[in-house]
């Protein structure tokens, strides 16, 4: 029971920390999932975060993954529960709050303040997925060649995903241990 207990204190708060998005709290969501509790290994928690920006719906519901390899389908009710309506209250309040004061000069103030905050944590995120992604020259050199395309023309990202794995499959270390990996 202390496991449900601490999925749901863990993902609670995590909820509470989501500003500017779920990405935001990444870099808080693997220390916490991986170095405190080791619920995951670093490798399942970048798989599982992969899985959740290919697989259709919001990338979020990967938080659901971690519960069910915890605790099961209770695990991941739990988790569930604890990441997203917290969010949901709170966000449903502060608009109710951001249209009360409209015509406010603090409104503006805050949106501006608020947009840099956001972004340098979804930067945070994206760093911390790339700690765990990157980890050799080819590995490297797909995700820059995956950035810069991505700057330079409109891609589906699931297209570049999908190439950018089959490429690492063919020419990584070895890719029949690549292709035994995938769960």
């Known amino acids: 029971m202390s496991k449900i207990f601490n999925l749901a204190w863990v993902f609670g708060l995590l909820s509470i ?6 990405t935001a709290v990444l870099p808080e969501m693997q220390r916490m999932t991986v170095d405190q509790y080791h619920w995951v ?4 928690f970048r798989d599982i975060y992969s899985l959740g920006q290919v697989a259709p719906g919001p990338n979020m519901l990967m938080v659901m993954v971690i519960g069910y390899r915890v605790a099961g389908y209770l695990g991941a009710t739990v988790v569930a ?21 409209a015509d406010s000069p603090w409104r503006l103030a ?9 972004i340098g944590l979804m930067l945070s995120g994206t760093y911390s997925i790339a700690q765990l992604s990157i ?6 050199g797909i995700a820059a060649a995956t950035l810069s395309v991505l700057m330079w023309r409109r891609v589906n990202p699931l ?16 890719p029949v241990t690549a292709i035994r990996s995938i769960p």
């Open 110 to 118: 805050v949106q501006r303040g608020m947009a840099p905050i956001a």
């Open 135 to 140: 980890h050799n020259w080819l590995s490297l």
């Open 81 to 101: 529960f604890a990441f997203f309506i917290p969010d949901c209250i709170i966000t449903l309040f502060a608009n109710r709050m951001w249209l009360r004061f």
């Open 17 to 22: 920390l989501a500003v500017g998005g779920g």
């Open 41 to 44: 290994t670093a490798k399942q």
């Open 159 to 174: 297209l570049l995903i999908s190439v950018a794995g089959i490429l690492y499959m063919l020419l990584g270390p070895n």
